[in-house]
C-alpha cells in the first residue's frame, strides 16, 4: 500500500509452549513451531523477485517500453517478475495527480496510462518466452471509491453508523474504502478475478496487506487456482500466521529488513541478528519461504534510498539476503544504483545507466541458482552458524545441500577484522566465488576481512 506502518515485531507473542525445539544455532526454547502444507511450484526452487513499478521504470511508463528491458532483465538472472497494481486507478478522492496504484477501480482491467489489456498479454508472453514468470499485486482489502461494485454490490462493502462507505481504520487512506469479507458474494467475486489472470498466463500473486482476509478464503483459492496451474502466493505480512499453513507460499521478513538497517546505522550489533536466526529458524520450518529485501517500493519512497539506510553495508547485506534462507527480491533500480526516492502519485522516472553493483546483482544472482545449498525452502540446506573469534562483529554461517557447501563470512562492522580459525568440520577446499580463487580451510594465516567486507566459499 502506499505506506504501511510496519513495525519489527515479536514473533513469540502468540506462541503456545507446547514442546522443545532446537534452534540451528545451537540454543534450545520451548516453543510450537508453525506447521505448512503448502506444495511449493517447482520452478521456485531457486527463484530470484524482481520488483516492477511500471509507472516508473521508463520515461513512457508503459507496459510496451518496459518490455525492451526483458532481455537486460534476464541477462541479470531474476526470473520472477511481481509487478505492482497495474489495474485501473480510482478518480473519485484520488491521492495526487495519478493516485495510489492500490486504489483499484475495477479489477478485471489494466491502468490505461500503461497501456491496453493486450499490451500487457504481449508482456506477458514475451516474460514466459524467456523462461520467466509473472506474478502480479492483488489488493484485496479494498477498493477505490469509485470502483463499480460500490454500485453493482454496495452491501461488500463496510459501512459506519451512518451506513456510508469508510476507508480502512487506523490508516492514512482516504483514497480507497474497505471491504467486508463476511460477505459470500465478495469472496466468489475475488476467486473468479483471480482466476480471469491465471487464465491468461499469470503465474501468481503478491497480497496486499491481507490482514483482513479469512484465512479459508485463501486455502480456497490456492486449490482452485492451482487447478488450473501451480501458482506463487506471497501475503504483505510478518507474522507466523495461519496465512502459511495451507495458503500462501511465503511472507515478509520485515524485522530482518529492519533489523539490517539498524545494524548498518550502529544502532544494533551481530548479537541481535544471532538472536533474531535463534528463534526465526524454530518459529519457521524449512519449507516456507520467506521474502528478504534491502528495499521495496514502500520503503525506496517513505523510508529512504538504500544508500541513506544502509551507506556502505549494502554488499555485505545483499550477501546475506542472497545465501541465507529466504527469497531474495530486488526493487527496480536497484540494481542501477537507484539514488533518489521514487515519488508514489506522480512520474518519476528511473534514471537507467550502468553502475558498479549491476555485475554485482548478477554474481550474487548467479551464485544462488548454481548452488543447491542456496535454494529456497527444502530444496535447499538450512543455516548452520560458524563461531569465529570475532563473534561481536562477524556473521558467519553455512548451508549444505547434498556434496554443495557454502560457507558465508560478513563483517558487519565499520573495522577490518582477521580471522584466525574456523571449526574443524569445515576443512576443505573451497573456491572464494567473487575472487575466484582457491581457497583452503583450515586456515594458514588469519582470514583478513574489510569493514563491511564479504566472503563467500563453496565447495
Not at 521508463?58 to 497494481?85: C, I, Y
Not at 519457521?284 to 556502505?312: C, K
Request: aromatic content about 14%.
Amino acid at each position: 500500500m502506499e505506506k504501511l506502518p510496519l513495525s519489527i515485531l515479536v514473533l513469540f507473542l502468540a506462541l503456545t509452549i507446547t514442546i522443545t525445539g532446537c534452534s540451528i544455532f545451537g540454543k534450545k526454547k520451548e516453543i510450537k513451531p508453525l506447521i505448512s502444507d503448502v506444495v511449493h511450484p517447482e520452478w521456485s526452487k531457486n527463484s530470484v523477485l524482481y520488483e516492477v513499478n511500471v509507472r516508473q521504470y521508463t520515461e513512457q511508463g508503459t507496459f510496451n517500453s518496459f518490455a525492451e528491458h526483458l532481455p537486460r532483465l534476464k541477462a541479470l538472472g531474476v526470473d520472477v517478475l511481481w509487478f505492482m497494481p497495474t489495474f485501473p486507478i480510482g478518480v473519485l478522492n484520488r491521492k495526487g495527480g495519478l493516485g495510489s496504484y492500490y486504489s483499484v477501480k475495477d479489477f478485471l482491467n489494466v491502468n490505461p496510462e500503461f497501456g491496453t489489456l493486450d499490451d500487457f498479454k504481449g508482456v506477458l508472453n514475451k516474460a514466459h518466452d524467456l523462461g520467466m514468470k509473472v506474478i502480479i499485486d492483488w489488493v484485496p482489502n479494498h477498493t477505490s471509491w469509485d470502483n463499480n461494485l460500490t454500485v453493482e454490490h454496495p452491501d461488500w462493502y463496510v459501512k459506519d453508523s451512518a451506513g456510508k462507505f469508510t476507508p480502512p481504520i487506523g490508516f492514512d487512506w482516504t483514497d480507497v474504502i474497505q471491504l467486508d469479507w463476511s460477505k459470500k458474494g465478495l469472496q466468489d467475486y475475488m476467486i473468479d478475478a483471480l482466476k480471469f489472470w491465471v487464465n491468461m498466463g499469470v503465474d501468481g500473486f503478491r497480497i496486499d496487506h491481507p490482514n483482513n482476509t479469512p484465512k479459508e478464503f485463501w486455502e480456497r483459492a490456492r486449490t482452485e487456482l492451482t487447478a488450473i496451474k501451480p501458482v506463487l502466493l506471497i501475503g504483505e505480512i510478518e507474522e507466523p500466521t495461519y496465512f502459511l499453513e495451507k495458503g500462501f507460499d511465503m511472507n515478509y521478513a520485515w524485522e530482518l529488513h529492519h533489523l539490517m538497517n539498524s545494524i548498518a546505522q550502529g544502532k544494533d550489533s551481530v548479537s541481535k541478528l544471532v538472536k533474531y536466526y535463534n528463534k526465526e529458524w524454530q518459529v519457521y520450518p524449512n519449507n516456507v519461504y520467506r521474502l528478504q529485501f534491502l528495499t521495496n517500493h514502500d520503503e525506496n519512497t517513505w523510508a529512504g534510498t538504500i544508500d541513506s539506510l544502509m551507506g556502505d553495508s549494502q554488499r555485505a547485506f545483499a550477501t546475506l539476503i542472497f545465501t541465507a534462507q529466504g527469497v531474495p527480491l530486488i526493487y527496480s533500480g536497484q540494481e542501477d544504483c537507484l539514488n533518489k526516492r521514487l515519488k508514489f502519485f506522480f512520474r518519476d522516472p528511473i534514471k537507467w545507466d550502468s553502475c558498479s553493483l549491476t555485475g554485482f546483482y548478477r554474481d550474487l544472482v548467479s551464485l544462488k541458482k548454481q548452488n543447491k545449498a542456496l535454494w529456497n525452502g527444502d530444496f535447499g540446506g538450512a543455516m548452520v552458524k560458524i563461531n569465529t573469534n570475532k563473534e561481536n562483529k562477524v556473521f558467519a554461517f553455512y548451508r549444505e545441500k547434498g556434496e554443495n557447501r557454502v560457507v558465508v563470512l560478513l563483517n558487519l562492522s565499520k573495522k577490518r577484522v582477521a580471522l584466525k580459525s574456523l571449526p574443524g568440520n569445515l576443512n576443505g577446499e573451497y573456491t572464494d566465488y567473487f575472487a575466484g580463487s582457491k581457497a583452503v580451510l583450515p586456515l594458514a594465516d588469519s582470514l583478513r576481512l574489510e569493514p563491511w567486507g564479504y566472503k563467500v566459499l563453496l565447495r
